[in-house]
């Protein structure tokens, strides 16, 4: 099945990605549509573009990738089938990156792919889109932080809803129920073995004994009675927490405890002795540089982070990992399959150094956290970026003196 005419989907194409550079490079794009560009291949129209700008240095500094990518546009066929090998493939690429160059802002890579694409995958169905969720969702990344100056239509995407992670409270609740249950059975148990005795053929009791076995049986039913209530009471008044031991509960679970501050890599490097882990310095202000272990090196080399904000806990206990001594944890995003991971992302403007606070959770962090309390695991269920890319404690925003921190991943989780 034909997309459309050879000719016409080149044409159509060269003048896509021809409108997008030069709104990106603040050119005239009549200046490039001579009487062969709509026919002209996409790497030699796309060096022509570039010769006449000098205002986006990713060019120069990526030529070689980003003329791969050119030729990736170039190659993109006409017809349906091939059309979904091609983007079987960048689905597979992108699974482990945010961006075609790495990093997180989109380069002139990305506006020629996606130029290229925008065409036929803006009429794929749900269906067949659901197949390539990294390609959608680079995509819609791209549309929302990329200016088209209106050339494309926006592309619709149908986003899964975050599923939450099940409570402590609603774990505590089911544990009970299902004790409950057990003790109904056993209750349920007992009460048929009595009746049972009940039915059983009883021995006659001599007639001048029977006043003191039924004066007997009066003494130990009421004996038992008492027994009873007493011990169920003092279990109830045992089980039953007091208000300050909800408030003291309420207190260990909530994000108030974590001190979550916005931080500026300056140096990164590969951690000696494991190659998933990377080491950064990271700079809280004042002259406090932090040295923080992540396990980002499968998404991201050290260069990517020098010069980066991100969003750290600076209470955690500090520890080694493998023999590296860590003192804070980097907060990343991160899709369902963890095959796309990012560290959220500071608004321009948040002052290194600053608390990240959320509107309603007002108190003061603790010094350091205990991690016997397992406080850590019992917040980070409740952290995710919601379908706008927003970074959220239980659906209220990371904020910062500049705006909300956020994440090109939506509805993924963060730790």
């Known amino acids: 099945m034909e997309v459309n005419s050879s000719g016409g989907f080149t044409s159509r194409r060269n003048k896509a990605i021809v409108h997008a550079l030069c709104k990106r490079l603040d050119l005239d794009p009549e200046n490039f549509f001579s009487n062969s560009a709509g026919t002209c291949d996409i790497p030699n129209l796309i060096s022509n573009i570039f010769q006449s700008s000098a205002n986006d240095t990713s060019f120069s500094k990526n030529q070689d990738e980003v003329m791969k990518w050119a030729t990736f546009a170039n190659n993109v066929p006409d017809k349906k089938d091939a059309y979904h090998a091609a983007l079987k493939d960048l689905n597979e690429d992108l699974a482990q990156k945010s961006v075609l160059l790495g990093g997180l802002k989109p380069s002139v890579a990305d506006v020629i792919v996606f130029s290229a694409l925008h065409d036929f995958v803006s009429h794929i169905s749900n269906k067949e889109a659901q197949k390539y969720p990294h390609v959608i969702r680079w995509m819609d990344y791209i549309q929302n932080n990329e200016d088209f100056g209106g050339v494309f239509d926006m592309i619709v995407v149908n986003k899964v809803p975050f599923e939450h992670f099940c ?3 609603i774990l505590d609740a089911n544990q009970t129920d299902k004790k409950m249950s057990q003790t109904t059975k ?20 001599p007639a001048d004994d029977k006043a003191s076995i039924d004066s007997n049986k009066v003494i130990k039913g009421a004996v038992v009675k008492a027994v009873t209530e007493s011990t169920k009471k003092s279990t109830e008044e045992k089980k039953k927490p007091s208000e300050k031991e909800y408030s003291e509960k309420d207190a260990e679970c909530s994000i108030t405890i974590l001190n979550v501050q916005v931080g500026l890599i300056r140096k990164a490097w590969k951690h000696p002795s494991a190659d998933s882990l990377l080491v950064e310095e ?9 040295q923080v272990v992540s396990g980002l090196a499968k998404y991201y080399s050290p260069d990517d982070l020098i010069n980066r904000l991100v969003v750290l806990i600076t209470n955690v206990k500090p520890g080694k990992l493998r023999e590296v ?9 991160s899709n369902q399959e963890n095959t796309a991971v990012e560290p959220l992302i500071p608004p321009e403007g948040a002052k290194i150094g600053e608390r990240v606070s959320f509107s309603g959770f007002d108190g003061k962090p603790e010094d350091v956290l205990n991690p016997k309390k397992k406080q850590l695991e019992k917040i980070t269920p409740h952290l995710y970026t919601d379908e706008k890319g927003v970074a959220t404690y239980k659906g209220i ?8 921190c956020t994440s ?8």
Request: aromatic residues 2%; proline residues 5%.
């Open 397 to 404: 925003p990371f904020m910062t003196s500049a705006g909300p």
């Open 186 to 205: 056993s209750v349920d148990k007992s009460e048929g073995n009595m009746n049972l005795k009940k039915d059983l053929p009883k021995k006659k009791a």
């Open 325 to 333: 001594m860590s003192s804070g944890l980097v907060l990343c995003a």
């Open 167 to 169: 409570s402590v409270d």
């Open 282 to 290: 990271i700079d809280l202000g004042d002259n406090n540089q932090r």
């Open 408 to 415: 090109s991943i939506t509805n993924a989780t963060i730790k």
